[in-house]
């Protein structure tokens, strides 16, 4: 039987993704929540921060100067002392280290990053709960879908760039339809390739962002005290956060970030990298 959390969830702050100051940040909240909720269900919240250290995990195996990110699971020391010896981290983060140290990737075709990506999908995408099996596999839909229509846009080679050996992955990966044959599969498909053909990269983001937040509405509509309910809001809290944080030179760094994700694999039209 599903737990209810009702004090908990009747004291969350009301936000939208338009709301100009939070109450507590995502962090904050995750940590409240160490003594707020049951301990599987602490598990199924920490899932949802595996990404942040997925990002640390390759910026120490890869010697990087990027600054540590505090969102994470686990501490700096933690990290470094499974690079060392794994054993105490999730099964993918282990499989990881262990070929990256012997210099045998488990998909020789793909960088160090959407290998470690892969590995973590496969991982997640098998979770129990459902409301989050659901919701990383929306999130990587999303993901492959606006990557291929970028590159498709400056004819650029993205089969090594798409995560994932499912159906809907496999289309994007090898389909040259308009839209990739999969509309009757995505409802929401239309929307995603109506914000990529935007050239404003906020309001790009910002379309894209709605639609996660309206996803995560309809999702959790009838679970009213629930896990599941916590989970959407912790997911609602990181989207507004990264709006607050948006400031002018936004649109500039995500161009970069795009250009960096494109290019680790192929080399980019000159009128696309002097743009």
């Known amino acids: ?79 470094e002392d499974n690079i060392k010896e794994p054993e105490g981290l999730p099964e993918y983060m282990k499989r990881f280290i262990l070929a990256y ?31 989050l099996r659901n919701w990383f596999h929306f999130d990587l839909t999303i993901r492959n879908i606006l990557t291929a229509l970028a590159a498709r846009k400056h004819k650029i080679d993205y089969e090594n760039q798409i995560i994932g050996t499912d159906e809907i992955s496999e289309a994007i990966k090898k389909s040259h339809a308009r839209d990739f044959g999969l509309s009757n599969e995505i409802d929401y498909l239309e929307n995603l390739v109506d914000a990529s053909r935007n050239d404003d990269i906020q309001l790009r983001e910002k379309a894209v962002d709605q639609l996660k937040w309206d996803y995560l509405e309809d999702v959790t509509f009838f679970h009213y005290f629930t896990i599941e309910k916590i ?41 696309f990298t002097e743009k």
């Open 101 to 131: 140290k012997n210099k045998e990737p488990l998909f020789p075709e793909l960088s160090p990053e959407n290998e470690l990506t892969t590995l973590f999908y496969q991982e997640v995408l098998t979770e129990n709960n459902e409301f």
């Open 231 to 271: 989970l959407a809001y912790i997911i609602k809290l990181g989207l507004v956060e990264r709006w607050l944080a948006i400031d002018k030179d936004y649109g500039r760094e995500m161009f970069e970030k795009l250009l960096n994700e494109l290019q680790s694999s192929y080399k980019l039209p000159e009128s």
């Open 1 to 79: 039987m599903k737990r209810h959390y009702y004090y908990l969830v009747s004291g969350l702050q009301d936000i939208t993704l338009d709301i100009h100051k939070l109450l507590s940040n995502q962090q904050a909240f995750k940590e409240t929540l160490k003594s707020e909720i049951h301990p599987n269900d602490y598990l199924l919240v920490e899932k949802l921060f595996l990404p942040y250290d997925n990002v640390n995990l390759l910026n120490l195996l890869e010697k990087n100067s990027q600054p540590f990110i505090e969102k994470g699971n686990f501490t700096k020391e933690t990290l």
